[in-house]
T-cell receptor, first 113, second 112 residues
Framework: EPEVTQTPSHQVTQMGQEVILRCVPI?????FYWYRQILGQKVEFLVS????????KSEIFDDQFSVERPDGSNFTLKIRSTKLEDSAMYFC???????????FGAGSRLTVL | TQLLEQSPQFLSIQEGENLTVYCNSS?????LQWYRQEPGEGPVLLVT?????EVKKLKRLTFQFGDARKDSSLHITAAQPGDTGLYLC????????????FGKGTKLSVKP
């Protein structure tokens, strides 16, 4: 069964460092998303991306965050200068139809020290 | 701010029992989804409901969407240890392009 692949599975970084989380969505999907889940809390929406541009973003997705689809297969989330509170599990998701049918990846755990 | 409340937060039952978990909001959903999440993995979509009053079945799981599209329930018949996991509901409000609002989940444990 097709799946969304995320790398790395776990990244540890120092506060203030830049981090790039990578995702390979399902190949025929057109809609891409990033969500995050801080330990013990709800899954939270960060951003949705369609047709090479951001279609919606949350208040969490401030100027420190950016997304890119550099080569038609990867979908990346960059955090420019990480803070302690960015420590979370980051989930990429993709969809062929839009928000009603999402396939999530296994997540990338980010630990900021 | 839209909120999704799930209840109960924890549920521990014996194999063979039936159970129902609930997802409630004061706001109307455009659509609602149920996911199951295993530790260390991403949520896996079980079902999407769109129409008020809709009932969908997935083997021993029955999902119902409230008539007013503000609440939903998941009923599991004859639970099995393999049903153990975290069940999440997520709502799409106002035709958002991706901003699913998730509940905190119901952690189900089915003992053999």
């Amino acid at each position: 069964e097709p799946e969304v692949t995320q790398t790395p599975s776990h990244q540890v970084t120092q506060m203030g460092q830049e981090v790039i989380l990578r995702c390979v969505p399902i190949s025929n999907h057109l809609y891409f998303y990033w969500y995050r889940q801080i330990l013990g809390q709800k899954v939270e929406f960060l951003v949705s991306f369609y047709n090479n541009e951001i279609s919606e973003k949350s208040e969490i997705f401030d100027d420190q965050f950016s997304v890119e689809r550099p080569d038609g297969s990867n979908f990346t989330l960059k955090i420019r200068s990480t803070k302690l509170e960015d420590s979370a599990m980051y989930f990429c998701a993709s969809s062929e139809q839009g928000v009603n049918v999402l396939t999530f990846g296994a997540g990338s755990r980010l630990t900021v020290l | 701010t839209q909120l999704l409340e799930q209840s109960p937060q924890f549920l521990s039952i014996q194999e063979g029992e039936n159970l129902t978990v609930y997802c409630n909001s004061s706001s109307v959903f455009s659509s609602l989804q149920w996911y199951r999440q295993e530790p260390g993995e991403g949520p896996v979509l079980l079902v999407t409901v769109v129409t008020g009053g809709e009932v969908k079945k997935l083997k021993r799981l029955t999902f119902q969407f409230g008539d007013a599209r503000k609440d939903s329930s998941l009923h599991i018949t004859a639970a099995q240890p393999g049903d153990t996991g975290l069940y999440l509901c997520a709502g799409n409000y106002g035709g958002s392009q991706g901003n699913l609002i998730f509940g905190k989940g119901t952690k189900l444990s089915v003992k053999p």
